[in-house]
């Protein structure tokens, strides 16, 4: 019986060294040749049974360490088998790990959206709470309940777009000040931020931009409140040393009203071609709510007073970042967008 065993061994090794080594399917051909259920080393065991019982320790221990070569003679072979394959496949498809990866790009906030988030976080913090509004209004909220009626020469003020028969695209964010003095008793502090729409297309105005509205109204609320605040609020925009002025103005629905000028951004207020030499630049309007626009909204202007004002987004994010044109605040240029 042990030369069946050991010529079993000999034709195992014959034909391991005939089979190709860079073929794993081969080799694992073979293992299942001599190992598999049915394979010849497995047969040797099963022939165990038909020994007489003394022969059977000696003959199994045989097999056993048969069995143990082969299985270890075919782990190496389809380990080489398996680098062989890893090898071919590095060597077809070389990869150059030095090149750079694809890179996933990062986007960023925008300039406008960066700063609505300030304006919001600065007002929130002093109490004010925000009110979004809405883009389309109709002609009592853009105008009439402003102290603006229809023949009104201010109307021409701003070039509204009209659709249907007394509903505008909001010319301003003031009218979202009604529809919250209609829904909230004073005492209150509210802004406005959104966008408004005007016919009018040049360097510096768009037919879409963005605006913040603000509101105060309660008892012995005076023009130095509303100073006050506006002052600190271009601080936080523009920084500590910018000074403000308050210059007599008119607008239908605050009285007095006023215009805000800060110092010039780029000179510091010595007068420089941006400023056109004034020094001051106007950021926005402000005054006293009109008692008129109190009546409109049921609010008893015996017994209260309130400031309003009301600034450009746009034009606040041209001026801290010299932006030339206000048009590219909205034309998804990324050659423009990636510079923030
Ligand atoms: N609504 C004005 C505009 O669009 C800005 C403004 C001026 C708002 C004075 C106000 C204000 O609340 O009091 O030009």
């Given amino acids: 019986m042990s030369e069946n065993i050991n010529s079993l061994k000999s034709t195992f090794e014959n034909e391991l060294s005939l089979v190709d080594l860079t ?51 075919i782990e ?12 071919k496949k590095l060597s077809e498809g070389y990869v150059d790990v030095s090149l750079p990866g694809n890179g996933i790009p990062v986007g960023s906030t925008h300039p406008l959206y960066d700063i609505r988030e300030e304006i919001i976080d600065f007002f929130a913090q002093m109490g004010f709470e925000v009110d979004f509004g809405r883009d389309i209004e109709t002609d009592w909220y853009n105008f009439e309940a402003l102290n603006t009626p229809p023949d009104h020469p201010s109307r021409d ?15 301003h964010t003031s009218g979202t000040q009604i529809h919250y003095m209609e829904t909230h008793k004073p005492p209150f502090r509210m802004i406005a931020p959104g966008h408004v729409f005007r016919v009018d297309n040049d360097a510096t105005h768009a037919p879409m931009f963005q605006q913040c509205e603000g509101l105060v109204v309660d008892e012995n609320i005076s023009f130095a409140h509303l100073k006050g605040v506006l002052q600190l609020f271009m601080k936080k925009l523009f920084g500590e040393n910018v000074k403000t002025r308050f210059r007599p103005s008119f607008f239908p629905f605050t009285e ?25 630049m106007e950021i926005g309007g402000c005054g006293s709510v009109d008692p008129n626009v109190f009546k409109n909204c049921g609010i008893d202007s015996e017994k209260y007073t309130g400031f309003a004002f009301g600034f450009g987004l746009d034009r ?25």
Wanted: charged share 25%.
């Fill in 23 to 73: 073929n794993k399917e081969a080799v694992d051909n073979l293992r299942v040749k001599y190992l598999g259920k049915k394979g010849l080393v497995t047969d040797l065991l099963k022939q165990m049974g038909t020994l007489p019982a003394e022969e059977r320790p000696a003959y199994g221990k045989l097999v056993n360490e048969l069995k143990a070569f082969v299985a270890e003679k």
């Fill in 157 to 171: 003020m701003q070039d509204t777009f009209y659709m249907d028969e007394g509903v505008v695209l909001r010319s």
């Fill in 256 to 280: 007095p009203s006023a215009e805000m000028d800060v110092s010039c951004v780029f000179c510091g207020g010595n007068g420089c071609r941006r400023c056109k030499g004034t020094g001051w």
């Fill in 316 to 340: 606040i994010a041209m001026l801290r970042h010299s932006i030339p044109e206000i048009s590219l605040l909205t034309s998804n240029d990324q050659r423009f967008l990636e510079q923030f």
């Fill in 76 to 87: 190496q072979a389809i380990t080489t088998a398996q680098e062989a394959e890893l090898n």
